[in-house]
């Protein structure tokens, strides 16, 4: 990693095939670190978070050193779910159904891509969200 805010090429390599999946999706670069988007909404958005640059998301993860967070959306009605499950999940001040989850080695993939698969379809017009075939 080379700059604030840099994803280890690892953690892309499994995100770009969840995300690139989808309908419509495409990559771009964030103000740091990258995020998926699906016109302009941005339903996926990963970055590596060290306290000292980035506090407000520190804060929000609760965090005391530099980790990897991949920021999302959740229908409303499984925020508390997610919530209730503690680490790695937490919940940012902004947006009602923004969650955010700490990737790590012990991080479940297949879980990840339940996450995003809704995610996506949160934000991605119902046409759209009628040919993915959502987690149960």
């Given at each position: 990693?080379?700059?604030?805010?840099?994803?280890?090429?690892?953690?892309?390599d499994r995100?770009r095939?969840i995300?690139?999946?989808?309908?419509?999706t495409?990559?771009?670069?964030?103000?740091?670190g990258?995020?998926w988007r699906?016109?302009?909404r941005?339903?996926a958005?990963?970055l590596t978070v060290d306290?000292?640059r980035?506090?407000v998301h520190?804060?929000?993860?609760?965090l005391?050193?530099?980790a990897c967070?991949?920021?999302?959306?959740?229908p409303l009605?499984?925020?508390?779910g997610?919530?209730?499950?503690?680490?790695?999940?937490?919940k940012?001040?902004?947006?009602?159904?923004?969650m955010?989850?700490?990737?790590?080695?012990?991080?479940d993939?297949?879980?990840?891509g339940?996450?995003?698969?809704?995610?996506y379809?949160v934000?991605?017009?119902?046409?759209?969200?009628?040919?993915v075939?959502?987690?149960?």
């Open positions: 990693m080379s700059a604030p805010g840099d994803v280890d090429p690892e953690i892309l995100l095939p995300c690139r999946g989808l309908p419509e495409y990559e771009e670069p964030a103000w740091v990258v995020r699906i016109r302009r941005t339903f958005h990963v306290p000292a980035q506090a520190a804060r929000a993860a609760a005391d050193r530099p967070l991949l920021v999302f959306r959740s009605d499984e925020i508390a997610l919530l209730g499950c503690g680490y790695p999940f937490y940012p001040d902004w947006g009602r159904d923004v955010g989850m700490v990737l790590s080695d012990d991080t993939w297949d879980e990840v339940e996450l995003l698969t809704e995610s379809c934000l991605a017009p119902k046409r759209l969200a009628a040919l075939d959502r987690p149960v």
